[in-house]
């Protein structure tokens, strides 16, 4: 093999390397305290029926944490990682948030983004304890 071959070669193995560790690397650094999404019911009387988001329409694989949360009370935990590398590689609780708060900003209120599923309504937020 002819040496600028082979230096081609290993610069494009370096290249592919560093995007693999970019991909992977982020999803394990922590810092900081844990968060979970957790989602509080609500009283139907106490709820705008009109501004709650969807739940049932709501992907599981778009919004995991949200979805494990209306279903058990609270998502598993997710570590913020260090200088806010990790967050722009990764999913957060933050993104699933604030896409819920730009689907319907009427459900938005102090304590989290109101939301449905059926006929119970919750308010889901992101905390540091479940």
């Known amino acids: 093999m002819r040496p600028v071959t ?3 070669v290993v610069v494009l193995l370096l290249v592919v390397v560093g995007l693999v560790a970019l991909g992977a690397l982020p999803g394990l650094l922590k810092s900081g305290g844990p968060y979970y999404v957790t989602a509080q019911q609500v009283d139907a009387a106490e709820a705008n029926r009109s501004a709650a988001v969807d739940a ?18 609270t998502s598993d935990l997710y ?4 200088w806010g590398i990790k967050e722009s590689f990764t999913h957060s609780p933050f993104d699933e948030v604030s896409a819920l708060e730009a689907r319907n900003r009427s ?22 304890r479940p």
Do not use: C, H, I
């Not at 049932?56 to 009370?73: D, M």
């Not at 109101?114 to 889901?124: G, M």
């Open 107 to 128: 459900a938005v209120t102090d304590a989290g983004v109101l939301v449905r599923d059926n006929a119970t309504f919750y308010r889901v937020a992101v905390r540091q």
């Open 56 to 73: 049932t329409a709501l992907s599981e694989r778009q919004f995991p944490y949200t979805t494990e949360a209306v279903r058990n009370g």
């Open 6 to 8: 082979r230096n081609a």
């Open 79 to 82: 570590w913020k990682g260090p």
